[in-house]
């Protein structure tokens, strides 16, 4: 017996919804799990309990001596946000470039914006250390920012690239026939396609400056240190304080959460600006 | 140039300590634990570098006292246990003259220490004496003869066994390996609850429990250069510590990958019966807020002894030491003396209002009744442990031999390795590192 | 202003900014590897010692090459893993309609969250007392209560692939969901009245015009998957044995526990090289004839 469209349909629907609710449950699962952990007094911590008393004594805590999130909540804030607004424009200027002219050996120039990051930073931690002592840019956060935007640009140069070169050339054409200079050209027809990319890339750079460890490990001392530091510093001679990695997990999730509306928001202006042309 | 200029900052230490003493004759108010009166350095601020935990923070917490002594001040700089050596590492290539002062894992020491000041001295100036601590603590800050630190958190390692349940089958405390297999057979048996022992190679952290069994055994690490810990006692000590997980059974599920800490929260949770390790999980995990378990449940003694010979135990500190580069030697060394004081250390180890630090090191302290009676007597039995306690070998090389040992340790327990072969092979990297000089 | 000079003009503030921050410790590093350079001794390089770091790494060395085969073991499965799975979610997800735009801000939360948490939690997880993940596996798949999630060679490196892929697919997925909404609707509509299953219309259509996107996505997981260093480190801190100890790690350990920074470096750049090769052999075959205009 074979189906009615009307059935097909019915059953895809349902596969589909089915699939959706297992992504989310995979997903935000283990998130919420770890949340959960925040609330929870430390009787229950190492436990499967579902239901308890809820606390805040954990989101107290690690605002007091000797965390004090507070100010490390800023500098991360701070340092992210710096990134990504020198990065991305930067990234995607660059992009362009590689996209749309022609270089010598473009190939390996494209290769070696890469081959920049094949290195794991442990290895680099010490020379740059040392670098930026000679600089003065220790405990600084525009060192901080910069050590990211060298981490993060090569990456967004190159996810950049990629979206770049899936606009057709044309509609530039056009305009630049018609007298555009080529950032009159960048800013009124790469730039308004290209938001759901620059929004992922973006998000991209924003993490990674969120999340850098190591490197504020190394470079910051107190003017500058970040979140992830903390985070690790709950990592103790006495074993892990996993209760008070939640509670700074939940806390360094919140802006994710906004950042998710605005991808939403984002990816539905950028499809219907995709449909358009 | 390099030397010539130490040898300036000693001179000049040496000639202020006589102006001092000289001062302090003339003084009327003498001031406690050795420190100058007059407060020759006020103004000072220190810079200090120490790992995240409550010993410091209390530390930290009682500054005030020292400040007003001396009008030095002095910055906490907390950092992550778990990257503390990275950090102090990149000091020692920076030859900064910040930090003035360092607080290290002893294990660290061979490798760190061209970047601290010896003390002695200093101490022997101030009547500052290494008796007040036992000899494992004593050995890890003291390299070729020279004092390099303070010790001012240290730990020695028990088995802590669930008294009621003993008690419940009428079973003796364990002294002997052989003992508490027989003891965990039984429990295991009646009520489910095993040994929680860990052979995870994190950081090298199954190692000291087989050493134990080794030096108990007769076995060594390292004698004259060679590595010897693949000797027949060495590897009867690792086929036993791995027995206890494939052959007798008495360890509770997960050991293979448990951490130390995950052995300790499995007691606490009252998952597990036994548990040998750091004392400092009887305070912050066993008995921790994290548990049920009350004091009257939970009991300790020495690490048991392997074989006929007596019980060798491990121990391990973390001593405090004076950048050899700091500009503010003098003053580090005042906050040193306060720091590590007999009355402090009993402060904070007495006052649990605010945090539960249990690790005390000096020997007075130790045997302390008012120490005891505020921990259930943790501190004698670690006392009595650390009678008879040994420290790694001071080689720049340990760390990684350490870690050789450890992953040889974790794949015969996790994946069926031979004993001797594991150990010969790692001995033979050892022996590497050794022979390189 | 032509062409010419505009193309390095704009390339100009992203090269200005990398290469003062990468170039010196990069070139720092490549130095040390041929350099004797013990942190214990020493706080600087001492002697020139040639290629000898790389002799000991190839001839005298079986952590080494146990960390290679690691490496390449945990690449393979967590890059092909990690793109398969982000491909399903954005095939799943590149559709219109509030459920869909609230999945896939859902789906943006794993990226985002600190190596550091999710390593350490995801070690709890599959505590066999109280991990969610342990107890979940558990119930659903009796046969499998006995097994020590990571007390065994191949379940510690399946557990941390899995860790890095629920981390990364869901990124991944994002940047192919970016791709997909850009294929102009025309297109697809198109080969919809043209009657073209959705199989067909996926392998003829979809994947070619995805094919940038996901050329990108499999050389950023490739580099991140040869540099990953916190899962191995908090999750398995390399074990049982050395089953899990990858290049980086194995790097770290020569830096930071032997403290050998002229060796740590040699395996560094090994690890550079193998990379360089990997994605040299990549682009042959994904790219036959870019580039070179």
Redesign the interface.
């Known amino acids: 017996m074979s189906l009615t469209r009307k059935q097909t349909e019915d059953l895809q629907m349902v596969l589909?919804g089915a699939?959706?609710a297992l992504?989310?449950t995979?997903?935000?699962g283990?998130?919420l799990?770890?949340m959960l952990?925040a609330f929870k007094?430390?009787?229950d911590?190492?436990?499967?309990a579902l239901f308890f008393e809820p606390t805040l004594d954990n989101f107290r805590q690690i605002f007091e001596?000797?965390f004090f999130l507070g100010s490390k909540l800023t500098n991360s804030v701070i340092i992210s946000t710096f990134t990504v607004l020198?990065g991305i424009?930067?990234?995607l200027?660059?992009a362009?470039?590689?996209s749309?002219?022609?270089?010598r050996n473009?190939?390996l120039m494209?290769?070696g914006?890469?081959?920049?990051?094949?290195?794991?930073?442990?290895?680099?931690?010490?020379?740059?250390?040392?670098?930026f002592?000679t600089l003065g840019l220790l405990d600084t956060k525009i060192g901080m920012i910069?050590?990211n935007?060298?981490i993060v640009?090569?990456?967004s140069?190159?996810?950049l690239?990629?979206?770049v070169?899936?606009i057709p050339v044309e509609m530039e054409e056009a305009a630049l026939v018609d007298g555009a200079?080529?950032f009159r050209v960048i800013k009124d027809i790469v730039l308004p396609?290209c938001v759901?990319?620059l929004?992922?890339t973006g998000?991209?750079c924003f993490?990674f400056s969120?999340?850098d460890?190591l490197h504020a490990?190394?470079l910051t001392?107190?003017e500058a240190v970040t979140?992830?530091?903390t985070?690790?510093?709950?990592?103790?001679?006495?074993?892990?304080r996993?209760e008070l990695?939640?509670a700074?997990?939940t806390i360094?999730?919140l802006p994710?959460?906004a950042?998710?509306?605005f991808?939403?928001r984002h990816?539905?202006h950028?499809?219907t600006s995709?449909?358009d042309? | 140039m390099f030397i010539s200029r130490r040898a300036i900052i000693i001179a000049a230490i040496g000639a202020s300590f006589t102006a001092s003493a000289i001062a302090s004759s003339a003084a009327a108010e003498d001031l406690p634990y050795g420190l100058i009166s007059g407060k020759p350095y006020a103004g000072t601020t220190l810079t200090y570098v120490a790992p995240v935990a409550g010993q410091y923070d209390g530390h930290a917490a009682r500054l005030q006292e020292f400040t007003d002594l001396t009008g030095i001040e002095v910055e906490f700089d907390f950092v992550p246990f778990g990257n503390l050596q990275e950090r102090i590492l990149s000091h020692k290539v920076a030859g900064d003259s910040e930090p003035d002062l360092i607080n290290y894992m002893d294990s660290w020491g061979p490798a760190l220490k061209d970047m601290f000041m010896p003390i002695d001295d200093m101490m022997i100036a101030d009547g500052v004496s290494m008796e007040r601590y036992f000899g494992a603590h004593q050995q890890g800050s003291t390299y070729d003869g020279k004092v390099h630190g303070l010790p001012l958190r240290g730990h020695a390692q028990l088995l802590f066994y669930r008294k009621d349940l003993m008690e419940k089958h009428g079973l003796a405390v364990p002294t002997t390996w052989a003992e508490l297999v027989e003891v965990a057979t039984v429990i295991k048996e009646k009520e489910g609850l095993g040994i929680a022992s860990y052979y995870s190679n994190k950081n090298g952290q199954n190692v000291p429990v087989w050493m134990n069994l080794m030096w108990s055994n007769g076995g060594e690490l390292i004698k004259d250069g060679e590595a010897v810990f693949n000797s027949p006692e060495a590897v009867e000590a690792l086929q036993f510590y791995a027995d206890l997980e494939n052959k007798f059974a008495v360890n509770s599920e997960g050991a293979k990958s448990f951490e130390q800490g995950d052995g300790s929260l499995s007691m606490g949770a009252g998952n597990s019966a036994f548990y040998m390790g750091w004392w400092w999980h009887y305070g912050s995990r066993i008995l921790g807020k994290n548990t049920t378990l009350t004091a009257e449940q939970v009991g300790f003694a020495g690490m048991p002894a392997f074989g006929n010979s007596e019980s060798v135990t491990f121990a391990m500190s973390m001593p405090t030491a004076i950048n050899v580069e700091s500009e503010n030697q003098e003053a580090a060394w005042e906050f040193l003396k306060w720091v590590s004081n007999a009355d402090l250390e009993k402060a904070n180890v007495i006052d649990k209002s605010e945090r539960n630090v249990i690790v005390a090191l000096h020997r007075e302290n130790l045997i302390d009744s008012e120490v005891n009676a505020a921990n259930g007597g943790l501190q004698a039995a670690a006392a009595a442990s650390l009678g008879n306690s040994r420290i790694f070998p001071q080689l720049d090389s340990w760390p990684e031999i350490m870690q050789l040992i450890s992953n040889a340790i974790s794949d015969v327990v996790a994946n069926g390795a031979d004993p001797k072969e594991a150990l010969d092979a790692a001995a033979i990297e050892a022996q590497k590192l050794l022979d390189r000089g | 202003m032509h062409d010419r000079h505009i193309k390095f003009l704009l390339i100009m503030p992203a090269f200005a900014l990398v290469t003062l921050t990468i170039l010196y410790p990069l070139g720092y590093a490549v130095s040390v590897s041929f350099m004797d350079w013990r942190l214990s001794r020493s706080r600087a390089p001492t002697d020139f010692v040639g290629l000898q770091n790389y002799v000991r790494a190839f001839t005298d060395d079986p952590s080494f090459w146990n960390s290679m085969q690691v490496t390449i073991i945990f690449v393979l499965g967590s890059v092909l893993g990690a793109v398969f799975f982000a491909l399903l979610i954005a095939l799943l997800l590149s559709r219109q309609g509030t459920v869909y735009s609230i999945t896939r801000s859902i789906v943006a939360l794993p990226f985002a969250m600190s190596p550091a948490l999710q390593g350490t939690s995801f070690r709890f997880f599959l505590n066999p007392e109280f991990g969610i993940f342990d107890r979940i596996i558990d119930k659903l798949l009796p046969f499998a209560a006995s097994i020590d999630w990571l007390g065994s060679g191949f379940w510690a490196m399946t557990w941390l692939i899995i860790t890095d892929i629920w981390n990364w697919a869901p990124f991944l997925s994002l940047m192919m969901i970016a791709g997909l909404l850009s294929i102009p609707k025309e297109t697809l509509d198109a080969a919809a009245v043209d009657g073209a299953s959705s199989w067909k219309r996926f392998w003829t259509i979809i994947l070619p015009l995805l094919a940038p996107v996901l050329a990108i996505t499999c050389v950023l997981k490739a580099i991140f998957s040869f540099k990953m260093f916190e899962y191995v480190y908090l999750l398995t801190g390399g074990g049982p044995g050395e089953k899990t100890s990858t290049m980086t790690f194995y790097a770290y350990r020569q830096g930071f526990v032997a403290y050998d920074m002229g060796y740590s470096s040699a395996v560094a750049v090994l690890l550079a090289v193998l990379l360089v090769f990997v994605s040299l052999v990549y682009f042959r075959l994904i790219f036959p004839k870019d580039g070179e205009t």
């Open positions: 589909r699939a959706i992504v989310i995979v997903f935000l283990p998130i799990w770890i952990t007094p430390l009787s911590v190492y436990t499967m001596r000797p020198i424009p930067c990234a200027l660059a362009y470039s590689f749309r002219f022609p270089f473009k190939k494209f290769f914006v890469l081959a920049t990051q094949f290195v794991p930073p442990m290895v680099v931690i010490l020379p740059i250390f040392l670098m002592r910069w050590i935007l060298s640009l090569p990456f140069i190159w996810m690239k990629g979206f070169d899936s200079s080529r396609v759901p990319g929004f992922i998000i991209f993490i969120w999340n460890f490990l190394i001392r107190k979140l992830p530091v985070l690790g510093s709950f990592l103790t001679e006495e074993g892990e996993w990695m939640a700074t997990g360094i999730l994710m959460f950042i998710s509306y991808i939403q990816f539905v950028g499809a995709g449909s042309r």
